[in-house]
């Protein structure tokens, strides 16, 4: 009995030193921060994190302590879940931003729908994702099915491709943009002259060789820049200079560094991120980036930047027209999924009516002799509106 | 398709098949000689391959600037990359595996599980400090350049030759090859003709019976973590200069491979281990391609299986030389003792 | 050395325990206290300062432990019967799912430990039981998640709706042929069999044996295929699965699934013993993977099935409704009682399995193989059956898991997941049913409680650097943990008595053993290593020297 009493009273006295006049409002992430896929689940934490720290002053003016509170879902579904129901527990948390995996994202929006909370995507494409018609779950980056048709048309309209060999990383992100990009090159008539996954980071050795025999005109790879940057380097090395075309995944400064200057040409990917010289505000936030995490930021860092700044420019919403009082969930969930958001590094941002970006331009980025130059720009929109 | 395409393909396939071997075959070497001495698998392994890859790499960053000789810069990197992998193998066998020698078998698995979990996170840390996931090699000019390919020069018709036929290596590939050969060689000389190696292999046939000998059990065992820990970091550098670049969590699955390869080949044998790396490189590589077969043969059922399915062939491979031959393709039949 | 003085057992003092019934209550009554409040925010807001100590998320990850510890203390401790199952039903019945009210991650954080625990007492009669290294496991857990998910998903109705399109030749003539196949080669198996038990086996009845199954199985499919084909005219009623009424029935057909495979997997690799066993459950663990990635027609490969139903359990529901959960938590809740019944039928069987024939052949095979061989016990059957049981329990788990995810995708079911299972079972102690289920709770606390709550707890603290952030490096955490275990306390949390005394028998004897010792071997000066010499000759099981 003594021992409880005794550390109930320093249990007290603790946190006498914590207590805070102001309400605290945070918003969370998951993506994986252990593991395999740490570098780039960092990234969007990072993002997060920077837009966080740049609207921090604005809440505080309104009398709101604003904090981040990153959770890590290993990549792993299960732990995602887990997560998502200890956020939905937590009533200070208004907002979530994540996860980097579908597999995730899935089952974890399922579990924070319930209590209305909004969570918007910055990584998942998979159709899947807003195809459930959850009220919470939403995303700025374009679906599958509207990055693979306009890869494929960038393929067919300026490669002037006629016979394609598709790749994926057998993730759900890598196959299900492969997979779109496939049936749009096959109803307009093009080619396949391959089509398989591989979960292979290392050595592409068969795969070089099939390419090397059934001689495409362009290649269409599904997947992340750091095995698809080792699948090029082996490509140009063995002397195959083919154009090799990717999605949002292929977003990365690190993406010539591992292909290497010498083949780092002709490669081109689809994202709605814009390029960095085209936009003031992206070069700010690259340099600040920089500057807070001392690393540079890739694809992934903008779209958790992205995706956090949505979320707060929607809460600071919520809370004016809740008369400068902290808003419910409900509100919130409310709020982001009617807003237009201007002035993203990725352009305005509109949700439709099952969360996906209402129109958006898709760049497509060239890297030439090192760096990402514009090739062109698509606009897309999504199937429902 | 004509013979004249389809000839250097088969050839392009399999010698691309062998390079991956024999990274297997040097990785698989560390993996089976722990075991003939501890009867452990030592997951640990591909970390401390993936260390050596590590140093390898920062040796080439340091490096990279310098107006060294490329060759001299790969003996340096080798060099570090084998005397730090080894130490590490070696301590980790003092600290982790040493004080639970003659515990069941399943707890030092267990250790060397976590140990290989540690490690993972050490190694990200500490790149992770400088900003840096993935390790993108700078090789020296020239290895990236196609083996013998400059006209004129004095091997350019072995270079036209080679091509002709279908292979087609880069310089970095026959580095790699002379590399792993080399090491083997080293290796075979220092088991089979040395007091060193003899004592070693008295150790893996019967310790108490080598320690009844004057055989210091404990040192063969470290001796034989040095070297398993050296080959480490050589097929670690091998490795990174191959693929060009490797993060802290990348040796995990090579790692598993190439046990696979020892066990094959007989887990405590030398040359099986060596010949299961081999083997299980060009199976990999020749299912990566099997739907060509099956397009060309019209096999539909063939037709499906491509490189989505390469990383499961070795084990298929296994299951059925494992049947048939349950102690590994050069393995000893082990008679029971009653 | 075990066999040193059979005559002669150590005699040790009976260790008196003393009666801790107040204070089993007390902790009960204070950890279920604070497991409330900390979970009610009206409370927490009230409680002023004392709130924000509750609210902090290290302090709540360790009340929680503390409060899961009620269960643990109520199975150790030597109190009043009464008071054990107050505290135990008390706890789980109650306690926790008033908690879980306001906190859903509690329900989700239990159930996950619960399907953890089954999977490791399965494991366990595999590895520990037995003594077959099995690090492949997760592919039965595999199996038993896509059996559910496959059926009561979207998915069923593709399959049916591909196989509409693409009959091929199969008809109601193919399902005639497949029943004729399947009646004949199975009735031979059985004639096969029967007459290997009165004669014995040749080589031309073992060969016409192996045929009749492969008959066997062909027959099967044939079935199974043209009963899809015939059914494809349903697909749309069934575009969103099959009713949930079918739950109970896939329960026991999640089991069965799982236990052929165990089945066909055990087979071929059974007979290799050791390292090479624990290679070839590891590679065909990942076949499993691979192949649940690359089938796309049946588990949609990398994009994953979903949604995938659950039961529906209308008086369930209605109750839960009466007790103030909200609809959204029924599914939940009746998961977690589902969860909490199979776990303790999980539990009968492995005791009655232990305590059983069978299971002291198992231990008989584990100590040495050769013996156990000698004296009858027939050893490709009794591996088998250790199999196949521990199989069975990770397929009805992987079951539930699948409802609970309402998603599954091969992601799920990696290596690492195996490992996880497997280092269960030895931090809890192999061998020891408290001990495993001690195991998978306090990993799956770890993992999914302790560490995020470190996380959330250090991530606005500014001295902490976020890239040296302890719940980003949960793969060092728990290495060490699992090195400083097996180099302190190898046996486990809980360990089995019979394991202990193989560990430290040593300690118990005459110290004679030292003499045993080889040259340098006793460099290390280790306790546990006292009689190492002798053991490690000794002590192989399943060996192959």
Not at chain 1, 179 to 189: D, I, M, T, Y
Not at chain 2, 142 to 168: I, T, Y
Not at chain 3, 431 to 456: D, Q, W
């Amino acid at each position: 009995m003594k021992k409880t009493a005794l550390s109930l009273s320093v249990l007290a006295a603790l946190a006498l030193g914590t207590a805070s006049a102001q309400t605290t409002i945070k918003i969370a992430t998951i993506s994986p921060l252990s593991g395999g896929q740490s570098n780039l689940g960092t990234q969007i934490r990072n993002g997060a994190q920077l837009a966080v720290n740049e609207y921090a002053p604005q809440f505080k003016k309104l009398g709101f302590n604003l904090q981040l509170v990153p959770y890590d879902d290993q990549a792993d579904p299960a732990t995602g879940t887990a997560a998502a129901r200890k956020i939905a527990a937590d009533n200070q948390i208004l907002a979530v931003v994540g996860t980097l995996n579908s597999g995730v994202a899935i089952p974890a929006s399922a579990a924070l729908a319930p209590s209305n909370l909004v969570m918007i995507s910055p990584a998942n494409t998979a159709n899947q994702v807003t195809d459930r018609g959850l009220a919470n779950m939403n995303r700025i980056v374009a679906r599958d099915d509207s990055q693979g048709p306009a890869g494929a048309n960038f393929i067919m309209d300026n490669l002037k491709a006629k016979k394609v060999y598709v790749l994926n990383d057998k993730t759900a992100y890598g196959e299900g943009l492969a997979a779109e990009v496939e049936k749009a090159l096959k109803a307009k008539g093009v080619t396949i002259s391959g089509s398989e996954g591989t979960e292979e980071k290392s050595d592409f050795s068969s795969i070089v060789a099939k390419i090397k025999l059934t001689r495409p005109d362009a290649i269409y790879f599904g997947g992340i820049y750091n095995q698809i940057g080792v699948f090029i380097k082996q490509l140009r090395g063995a002397g195959i200079t083919t154009p090799v075309v990717g999605g949002d995944g292929l977003d990365s400064s690190e993406l010539p560094t591992i292909v290497g200057k010498a083949g780092a040409n002709n490669i081109y990917y689809t994202t709605v991120a814009a390029p960095l010289e085209a936009l003031p505000a992206a070069k700010t936030f690259a340099a600040s980036f920089q500057k807070t995490f001392n690393n540079p930021a890739q694809g992934f860092g903008a779209f958790g930047y992205d995706a956090a700044t949505v979320t707060l420019k929607g809460l600071l919403e919520a809370i004016r027209a809740n008369g400068n009082k902290a808003p419910t969930r409900k509100m919130v969930q409310d709020t982001i999924r009617k807003g237009t958001y201007k002035g993203l590094l990725s352009g305005e941002v509109s949700f439709n009516s099952v969360g996906d970006r209402k129109a958006a331009t898709l760049y497509v980025m060239n890297i030439k002799d090192g760096k990402a130059v514009l090739e062109t720009s698509l606009p897309v929109k999504p199937p429902k509106n | 398709m004509e013979l004249s395409v389809l000839l250097p393909f088969i050839v392009n396939v399999i010698v691309g098949g062998l390079i991956l071997g024999f990274v297997y075959a040097i990785i698989a070497l560390g993996y089976t000689m722990v075991y003939g001495v501890l009867q452990l698998i030592n997951f640990a392994h591909s970390e401390v391959f993936i260390t050596g890859a590590v140093v390898g790499f920062e040796i080439f960053r340091i490096l990279q600037d310098s107006p060294m000789n490329g060759y001299l810069k790969l003996l340096l990197a080798l060099m570090s990359a084998m005397v730090v992998s080894g130490l590490l193998n070696v301590l980790i066998e003092r600290l982790a595996y040493r004080p639970l020698r003659g515990a069941p078998r399943l707890v030092p698995l267990i250790t060397a599980i976590g140990v290989s979990l540690i490690l993972q996170d050490v190694l990200r840390f500490l790149e992770g400090l400088q900003g840096r996931f993935d390790l993108t090699y700078t090789l020296p000019a020239g290895f990236g350049n196609k083996f013998c390919a400059a006209e004129g020069s004095s091997c350019a018709p072995l270079g036209n030759f080679l091509r002709s036929v279908g292979v087609d290596v880069q310089l970095k590939d026959v580095i790699l090859v002379v590399v792993a050969l080399v090491s083997l060689t080293v290796l075979n000389y220092v088991v089979n003709r040395t007091r060193l190696g003899k004592a070693i292999r008295a150790v893996s046939q019967d310790r108490v019976t080598a320690g009844l000998m004057g055989i210091d059990s404990n040192r063969m065992i470290s001796a034989t973590f040095l070297i398993g820990g050296a080959l480490g970091g050589v097929s670690g550098v091998l490795f990174g200069i191959k693929f060009g670049t490797v993060n802290a969590y990348s040796g995990f699955d090579p790692g598993i491979i190439a046990f696979t390869a020892a066990v094959l080949g007989g887990i405590g044998s030398i040359p099986g281990a060596v010949l299961g790396g081999l083997l299980l490189g060009v199976i990999q590589n020749l299912i990566g391609v099997m739907n060509i077969f099956g397009d060309l043969l019209g096999i539909d059922n063939l037709g499906t299986i491509d490189a989505s399915y390469s990383k499961i062939g070795p084990f298929i491979v296994l299951v059925l030389i494992l049947i048939f031959k349950p102690t590994g393709l050069l393995g000893k039949s082990n008679v029971e003792k009653v | 050395m075990t066999v040193a003085n059979p005559a002669k057992p150590a005699v040790r003092p009976p260790t008196v325990q003393p009666d801790r019934t107040f204070w089993l209550m007390l902790f009960f009554i204070v950890s279920s206290v604070l497991l409330l409040v900390s979970h009610s925010p009206e409370m927490l807001r009230n409680l002023g300062p004392l709130g924000d100590v509750l609210r902090n998320k290290v302090i709540e990850a360790l009340v929680v432990s503390l409060f899961l510890a009620n269960v643990l203390f109520a199975y150790l401790w030597k109190a009043a019967n009464w008071a054990k199952l107050i505290v135990g039903l008390g706890s789980l019945l109650f306690v926790l799912p008033l908690a879980g009210q306001t906190d859903t991650s509690l329900l989700d954080l239990s159930i996950q430990i619960m399907i953890f625990a089954a999977l490791a007492l399965g494991l366990n009669i595999v590895v520990g039981l037995a003594g077959l290294l099995d690090l492949g496991y997760v592919a039965f857990f595999a199996v038993g998640a896509y059996t559910w998910g496959i059926f009561a998903s979207p998915r069923f109705g593709e399959v049916l709706r591909y196989y509409g399109e693409n009959p091929g030749s199969t008809g109601a003539g193919t399902l005639a042929i497949g029943l004729v196949l399947t009646a004949v080669t199975a009735g031979s198996m059985v004639y096969i069999k029967g007459l290997q038990a009165r004669v014995a086996p040749t080589r031309l009845s073992d060969r016409s044996f192996l045929l009749a199954g492969i008959g066997l199985l062909a027959g099967i499919i044939l079935v199974a295929r043209s009963i899809v084909v015939l059914s494809s005219g349903s697909a749309e009623a069934l575009a969103n699965g099959i009713s949930p009424g079918f739950f109970w029935l896939f329960l026991a057909l999640s089991i069965m699934a799982a236990a052929v495979v165990g089945l066909l997997i055990g087979l071929p690799v059974l007979k290799l013993k050791g390292d090479y066993l624990a290679i070839i459950t590891l590679g065909l663990g990942e076949v499993i993977r691979v192949l649940a990635n690359n089938l796309d027609l049946y588990t949609a490969g990398s994009q994953g099935i979903t949604p995938v139903g659950s039961a529906s359990v209308p008086w369930f529901n209605s109750l839960a409704g009466t007790l103030g959960f909200r609809p959204d938590q029924y599914n939940l809740l009746f998961l977690y009682m589902l969860v909490l019944v199979m776990i303790a039928v999980v539990l009968l069987v492995n005791v009655r399995l232990d305590q059983s024939r069978i299971g002291r052949a198992w231990i008989a095979i584990r100590d040495d193989e050769i013996a156990a061989q000698a004296m009858g016990v027939p050893l490709m059957q009794t591996k088998l059956i250790a199999f196949a049981t521990g199989a069975s329990f990770a397929g009805v788990m992987g079951m539930i898991f699948a409802a609970k995810q309402t998603f599954i995708s091969p992601e799920s079911f990696n290596l690492l997941q195996s490992i996880l299972v497997l280092s269960m079972v030895v931090l809890g102690g192999m061998g020891s049913f408290s001990g495993v289920i001690l195991g998978a709770a306090v990993v799956t606390l770890l993992n999914l409680r302790i560490l995020p709550g470190l996380g959330e707890a250090s991530a606005n603290v500014s001295w902490i650097p976020q890239e040296v952030n302890p719940a980003n490096y949960n793969r060092f955490i728990f290495g060490s943990i699992l090195v400083a275990m097996m180099l302190l306390r190898p046996e486990g949390l809980l360990p089995n008595k019979r394991r202990t005394r193989e560990l430290h028998h040593g300690e118990d004897q005459e110290d004679e053993s030292e003499d045993g010792n080889a040259g340098g071997l006793k460099a290390g000066g280790d306790v546990y290593s006292a009689g190492l010499a002798t053991i490690k000759e000794d002590d192989r099981p399943g060996g192959s020297r």
